[in-house]
């Protein structure tokens, strides 16, 4: 059974900084490519960030470059989304997803899913 389970969500004021981790199992964890991303209540679910399956290669949205870090750890099956900088257009659910395609940015694209972690960031 594939479980992808988000953690480090939280309140935070803008210009702070959290750190989500999503923990997974069932999956062929290294050689897949892993993404985040966030929905905002009223909005459509956006890409935030994703790293191929060595980590070799990450690709941020443009909104989040320079503030959001994605990482990976093959050894724990486990992928991470530093976040610094927050703003408040940053609030949102976070999920971390699983795609094949090394390239892949659209939901759509991605077949295994999380529940989500939510991030409120407060001006």
């Known amino acids: 059974q594939v479980q992808l389970v988000e953690s480090g969500g939280g309140l935070v004021q803008a210009g702070g900084s959290l750190r989500l981790s999503c923990a997974t199992s069932?999956?062929?964890?290294?050689?897949?490519?892993m993404g985040w991303f966030r929905q905002a209540p009223g909005k459509e679910r956006e890409f935030v960030a994703s790293?191929?399956?060595?980590?070799?290669?990450?690709f941020n949205a443009d909104s989040v470059n320079g503030r959001f870090t994605i990482s990976r750890d093959n050894a724990k099956n486990t992928v991470y989304l530093q976040m610094n900088s927050l703003k408040a257009e940053d609030t949102g659910v976070y999920h971390c997803a699983a795609a094949r395609d090394a390239w892949a940015k659209r939901p759509e694209q991605y077949d295994a899913w999380g529940q989500g972690t939510q991030v409120t960031v407060s001006s």
């Open positions: 069932g999956l062929a964890f290294s050689s897949r490519t």
């Open positions: 790293v191929t399956w060595s980590g070799g290669a990450t």
